[in-house]
């Protein structure tokens, strides 16, 4: 057993705790939530190392070994998703000071960011569905929070939505996994897996599947992202940039999890679902995105894209697709976070984000513009950015496992992504400016485009360095595309 598994959650909690105590104090929070951070970054990096070198690392809280206890579990996936969703979560708390404002600040605004935080790395490494539903729960109600934090007319409006939708997908998820007890016995993920094998994935084990399926699609945006480009326009762009990054994610996570671990065993039923979903997702967000001249929609249905993309990798499910959907989150949670951070700039310099209203900013915000650019470019694939070893990885494993259609639409998104965002780019940044700046733009913070320029940074050499991240993404698709090796681990004894 090993206490550092459980630091990337246990830091982010007790952070959260501490600062309730200072509500008035907006210096003293802002110094105990980087703080917090730092060590959550520390923990992460450390435990990402030790899995690395040495294997997949357990905890059995309280002595009680699996199935029978709660089990926190770091394969290389959930130790590569826990550390870049803290190193992305970084950057969008350092942003937020000076631009969330001190009457979020002073209600709770930090608290709820470590908070939501602590849900999602919970998420990816607990090792039993029930502790999945409360660290789920614990990042939905946070992320309630942060959305509807300043109580503008849009954030009420969406709050509306986002929160109905998430008690709906909630309440399934309790129904599937009651249902899933009541036929197996058990929730712990490695025990499920030996325990439906030996069933044989049919029937009621199929219906149940199913289920989660539509819980876990809804909660990552996959086909029924209705609900998400409006929910992620509302808050503040630092809550923003941090739900695009990793809200999605989280979602995405537990559809890979459940169906390379728990129910892989009759893709002609499961899988084939999640290929016509990430096909449909793919098809319509990149409708949305063609339809609008939004800064913030267009985004907003980039995400929905990407969502389609990594589904599709899932889908397939052989190594190479594996490699590409593990290689393809951890490249778009950077880059995703980079490109809401440089909208918030936008909006600093010019007040409006409708590409209508604005033109010509590459005069007066040059560094904002190319990394704009940098940012489109990777997005789409191009190489040698880091989407580009990412998008390779699944292409190919879509065209080993005959997948031609899901290829062809894949590879046509892309091609939508870059026109999409390099239309934005030369609306927003080339041209005669349309208008005056709004009487409450005002120039970007220096801090602010230099800490951007550090995430678009580490977006450049994730493509250049993208040997070192294929190695991890390998090792964690090992994992994924062979559950022995997680079985093994978690219950101590070969399968």
């Not at 926190?72 to 000076?98: I, N, Q, R």
């Not at 939505?161 to 036929?183: D, E, P, Q, R």
């Not at 700039?345 to 704009?372: H, N, Y």
């Not at 046509?412 to 041209?431: E, H, N, P």
């Amino acid at each position: 057993m090993n206490n550092l598994v459980v630091l990337p959650l246990l830091f982010p909690l007790c952070t959260a705790i501490i600062l309730f105590f200072f509500k008035e104090k907006i210096r003293l929070q802002r110094a105990i939530a980087a703080a917090g951070m730092g060590a959550t970054l520390l923990a992460c990096g450390l435990l990402l190392t030790q899995v690395l070198r040495s294997g997949t690392q357990t905890l059995n809280m309280g002595g009680w070994m699996p199935p029978y206890g709660i089990v926190f579990v770091a394969d290389p996936f959930a130790a590569l998703l826990a550390a870049a969703a803290t190193l992305v979560s970084s950057f969008c708390l350092l942003y937020a000071f000076g631009t969330v404002g001190k009457e979020r600040e002073r209600f709770y605004f930090y608290p709820f960011f470590h908070l939501l935080l602590a849900g999602v790395n919970g998420s990816f490494l607990t090792g039993d569905l029930f502790n999945l539903f409360v660290c789920f729960e614990v990042m939905l109600i946070s992320s309630y929070a942060l959305i509807v934090l300043g109580g503008t007319k849009i954030q009420l409006r969406e709050t509306i939505k986002y929160v109905l939708v998430n008690i709906i997908s909630s309440t399934l998820f309790v129904a599937a996994v009651a249902y899933l007890y009541g036929v197996a016995g058990t929730l712990n993920m490695a025990d499920l897996s030996v325990k439906v094998a030996a069933a044989g994935q049919g029937g009621i084990l199929n219906v149940i599947a199913v289920f989660f399926l539509v819980v876990f699609s809804l909660k990552a945006g996959l086909f029924l992202f209705f609900w998400l480009p409006g929910s992620y326009s509302a808050p503040p762009m630092a809550v923003a940039a941090l739900f695009g990054a990793l809200l999605t994610k989280v979602g995405l996570y537990a559809l890979v999890r459940t169906f390379t671990l728990i129910f892989p065993n009759d893709p002609a039923i499961t899988h084939a679902w999640i290929g016509w979903m990430a096909g449909a997702t793919m098809v319509l967000g990149a409708a949305g995105a063609m339809a609008y001249r939004r800064v913030l929609s267009v985004l907003n249905y980039n995400i929905v894209i990407s969502i389609g993309f990594i589904a599709f990798g899932l889908a397939v499910s052989n190594r190479s697709s594996l490699e590409g959907v593990v290689f393809y989150l951890l490249h778009d949670m950077a880059a995703k976070a980079l490109l809401f951070l440089l909208a918030g700039l936008i909006l600093q310099a010019r007040g409006t984000d409708q590409a209508a209203r604005l033109g010509g900013l590459i005069r007066s915000q040059p560094w904002i513009g190319w990394m704009f650019f940098t940012a489109a470019l990777a997005i789409a694939g191009i190489p040698p950015l880091s989407g580009f070893g990412g998008k390779l990885l699944l292409v190919k494993g879509g065209l080993q496992g005959d997948s031609f259609v899901l290829t062809a639409i894949s590879l046509a998104s892309s091609l939508i992504v870059l026109y999409t965002l390099i239309r934005l780019f030369m609306d927003v940044f080339f041209g005669e400016p349309k208008e005056e700046p709004a009487a409450a733009a005002a120039a970007p913070m220096r801090g602010h485009v230099v800490l951007a320029g550090a995430l678009c940074a580490i977006v450049v050499l994730m493509g250049f360095g993208s040997e070192w991240i294929y190695q991890a993404a390998s090792a964690a698709a090992g994992t994924l595309s062979d559950p022995s090796k997680y079985i093994e681990a978690v219950l101590k004894e070969p399968v």
